[in-house]
């Protein structure tokens, strides 16, 4: 799994011109699935996630989690994380798991992140054409992926 985090003051989804969702101060993820993830790997990535001190302190030091700013999180499924542009320049997206596989597991990892902060995740809607805006606070953006746990 690999995880695209970013730090927002806001962020939305809109699906067909109508507003589908939308936070405040918190952390956007998208979130891209391959076949050989698992349930270790959403615990993995959702310990990290609520955990990831990306927010300034009173010195303006990144020193806070999550829990700590009472952040809002949203979370998005987006297959082109895992692009591969090894040959030509049309993006190939074979590891990628199909939606039988990822649906579930990013239904799973959404409900793990709501259990581990204890309030709701708002999200896209799952293989839908979607309008994500977002205003990213830094910029602080991190890639988490969970086959290259550094």
């Given at each position: 799994m690999r995880l695209l985090i970013q730090r927002v003051s806001r962020a939305?989804?809109?699906?067909?011109n109508s507003l589908h969702s939308s936070i405040g101060k918190g952390l956007l993820v998208l979130v891209g699935i391959e076949e050989?993830?698992?349930q270790e790997d959403i615990d993995w990535l959702t310990g990290k996630l609520v955990r990831l001190r990306i927010f300034d302190d009173e010195?303006?030091?990144?020193?806070?989690?999550?829990?700590?700013?009472?952040g809002e999180v949203m979370i998005v499924s987006q297959f082109t994380l895992h692009a591969s542009t090894k040959k030509g320049n049309r993006?190939?997206?074979?590891?990628a798991a199909p939606e039988a596989i990822s649906r579930p597991m990013y239904e799973r990892f959404v409900a793990a992140v709501e259990q581990a902060t204890g309030s709701r995740v708002a999200t896209g809607v799952f293989?839908?054409?979607m309008q994500v805006e977002l205003v990213n606070d830094g910029p602080v953006t991190i890639w988490i992926d969970s086959r290259n746990r550094e």
């Open positions: 939305s989804v809109g699906i067909n050989a993830d698992g010195n303006g030091v990144m020193n806070l989690d999550l829990g700590q700013v009472k993006p190939s997206y074979f590891r293989g839908a054409d």
